[in-house]
């Protein structure tokens, strides 16, 4: 019979979030504001992860951009799932400019737009035995953002009269029999 080797196991999720209308970014998502600037934004990502049966403790660490997180653990506390919360300076995420999703600014609240994998949280997990042995496992997981623009302008009424075509003004309609 062939030995299993022990290994740790790590999946990362975006979120949990607090549920939100459907037109609205849910309550504790990263959000940018078209023409507003924020110090830092708030991401949660969920860690689901496995030890070998002999580890005594270890830690979890994920990180987006240079923000990082850890937290240790123990195997007496037998909870395999953390949720994590990164507060990133927004300095580190510099990818994202509203103004290139939103059409002109606006003073007041319009639609929100989702942009899905805009970032990447990464996560290690180290498990440690009581002999001092590790064990560890990496993973990532591409982070969604949300954009809040301005309203869109107003559409002008449509009218019933079709202008002239081009280069046919004073030309009398053809009449069909």
Same mark, same amino acid.
Request: with cysteine.
């Given at each position: 019979?062939?030995?299993?080797?022990?290994? *740790? !196991?790590? &999946?990362?999720?975006?979120?949990?979030?607090?549920?939100?209308?459907? &037109?609205?970014?849910?309550?504790?998502?990263?959000?940018?504001? &078209?023409?507003?600037?924020? $110090? $830092?934004? &708030?991401?949660?990502?969920?860690?689901?992860? +496995?030890?070998?049966? +002999?580890?005594?403790?270890?830690?979890?660490?994920? /990180?987006?951009? +240079?923000?990082?997180?850890?937290?240790?653990?123990?195997? =007496?506390?037998?909870?395999?799932?953390?949720? !994590?919360?990164?507060?990133?300076?927004?300095?580190?995420?510099?990818? !994202?400019?509203?103004?290139?999703?939103?059409? $002109?600014?606006?003073?007041?609240?319009?639609?929100?737009?989702?942009?899905? /994998?805009?970032?990447? *949280?990464?996560?290690?997990?180290?498990?440690?035995?009581?002999?001092?042995?590790?064990? /560890?496992?990496?993973?990532?997981?591409? !982070? +969604?953002?949300?954009?809040?623009?301005?309203?869109?302008?107003?559409?002008?009424? *449509?009218?019933?009269?079709?202008?002239? *075509?081009?280069?046919? =003004?004073?030309?009398?309609?053809? $009449?069909?029999?």
């Amino acid at each position: 019979m062939t030995p299993v080797l022990a290994t *740790a !196991l790590l &999946s990362l999720l975006q979120g949990p979030y607090l549920p939100a209308p459907d &037109s609205e970014p849910p309550a504790n998502a990263p959000l940018w504001v &078209s023409g507003e600037t924020a $110090e $830092e934004h &708030s991401f949660s990502v969920t860690a689901d992860f +496995d030890c070998p049966p +002999d580890t005594t403790g270890g830690h979890l660490q994920v /990180s987006i951009s +240079d923000t990082t997180v850890r937290a240790a653990f123990s195997a =007496e506390e037998n909870i395999w799932r953390r949720v !994590l919360s990164l507060r990133v300076p927004a300095r580190q995420l510099r990818g !994202l400019r509203p103004e290139l999703y939103c059409p $002109e600014p606006g003073a007041t609240t319009g639609p929100v737009l989702r942009l899905k /994998s805009k970032f990447t *949280a990464q996560g290690t997990l180290v498990c440690r035995t009581a002999t001092g042995k590790q064990t /560890s496992a990496q993973t990532s997981v591409a !982070l +969604d953002a949300w954009v809040r623009c301005p309203p869109l302008p107003e559409k002008p009424p *449509a009218t019933d009269a079709i202008p002239p *075509a081009h280069g046919n =003004e004073g030309v009398p309609p053809l $009449e069909i029999d």
